[in-house]
């Protein structure tokens, strides 16, 4: 049995220092919103698995390498011969301005199916986590989410679902009545309240009267809020110095899962959310800035304080 098994595509990222056009340096590393919230869980000290396909070539072992350095598991990861790992480029075109071109159509993530299910179903997951970015993928990837969220249930796992929309992915009109599928199959649904309007539910505890138990709508800046049948909880945002904003949502969902797993209630589960969402816009990079447990009371601490 391992703690929590996230679902989805990772794929290799390269952040160029200027136009891309021209050429010149750039770094090299892994990005994907569940990779964001597998590692975000492993670091939290999870048993953590994820689930998917990378290519059998050099990006698919820079993911697998990656992952494994993080402690994540990789038990549930098909090699796909015949697909190449997705591949994201960033240019920095100005210094606050960054250029974003995805390669990942046909990718060997978006080929990920049901028949990859049954490595991701032996690992016996106490938790389930699975975003709209892989829904948005393919259709293979949409029956696989909702067969992998139905099985994991019945095997007694919490399933939850960002909504996560990817309107360069997928248009709202065509995202909005998916999403309200899978998000019918979880057990707790987060999202912006764009998504929560995109998929029908701009009261989001309106979802209350279905599967999910619970509904946490996570707002940037202003925090985040929970619904569920004791009522409404609200949690302002910690104020730390924001440097990059990608990756919070991701974050939040690390901290939000790392707090269920160890059984804590709805405020602590909002709380180590919040905290692990402001540890990520800290650092550039979607991941990389991450918090270990030991390190989650840190922006607790003074400006300018030094941890000897
Ligand atoms: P992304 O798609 O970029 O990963 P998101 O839109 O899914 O992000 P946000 O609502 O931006 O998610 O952020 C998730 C959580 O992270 C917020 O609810 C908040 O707790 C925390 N957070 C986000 N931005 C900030 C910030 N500027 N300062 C402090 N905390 C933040």
Redesign the pocket.
């Known amino acids: 049995m391992i703690d929590l098994l996230v679902a989805g595509e990772v794929m290799t990222a390269v952040r160029c220092d200027g136009p891309l056009r021209l050429g010149g340096s750039a770094t090299v590393s892994v990005v994907g919103?569940e990779a964001g919230v597998a590692i975000g869980a492993a670091r939290l000290g999870h048993s953590t698995a994820l689930g998917g396909r990378v290519g059998a070539d050099e990006s698919g072992a820079l993911v697998r390498r990656t992952l494994a350095a993080e402690q994540v598991a990789l038990d549930a990861v098909v090699t796909d011969p015949e697909a190449t790992t997705g591949l994201v480029l960033f240019e920095r075109r100005t210094p606050d301005l960054t250029r974003v071109e995805y390669h990942r159509r046909g990718s060997a993530g978006s080929r990920w199916g049901p028949a990859d299910l049954a490595p991701a179903l032996a690992l016996r997951p106490r938790a389930v986590h699975l975003s709209g970015v892989t829904a948005a993928l393919s259709e293979s990837c949409r029956a696989a989410c909702a067969e992998l969220a139905r099985r994991a249930r019945l095997l007694g796992a919490v399933v939850s679902f960002?909504l996560?929309h990817r309107p360069a992915l997928w248009p709202g009109d065509v995202a909005g009545p998916e999403l309200a599928a899978l998000a019918g199959l979880a057990d707790v649904v987060i999202g912006?309240p764009e998504e929560f309007d995109l998929i029908g539910a701009a009261d989001p505890a309106g979802l209350l009267a279905g599967v999910p138990g619970e509904v946490v709508v996570?707002?940037?800046?202003?925090?985040?809020t929970s619904h569920d049948a004791d009522g409404t909880r609200h949690?302002p945002?910690?104020?730390?110095r924001?440097v990059d904003?990608?990756?919070?949502?991701?974050?939040?969902c690390a901290g939000w899962l790392s707090a269920l797993l160890d059984g804590a209630d709805r405020t602590e589960r909002l709380r180590r959310?919040?905290t692990v969402?402001?540890f990520?816009?800290t650092a550039r990079g979607d991941w990389e800035g991450l918090p270990r447990r030991d390190e989650l009371s840190l922006l607790g601490l003074p400006d300018g304080a030094v941890v000897r």
């Open positions: 919103a960002d996560n912006s996570k707002n940037g800046a202003h925090g985040a949690q945002a910690l104020r730390v924001a904003p990608v990756g919070a949502g991701d974050a939040f959310a919040v969402g402001a990520a816009v």
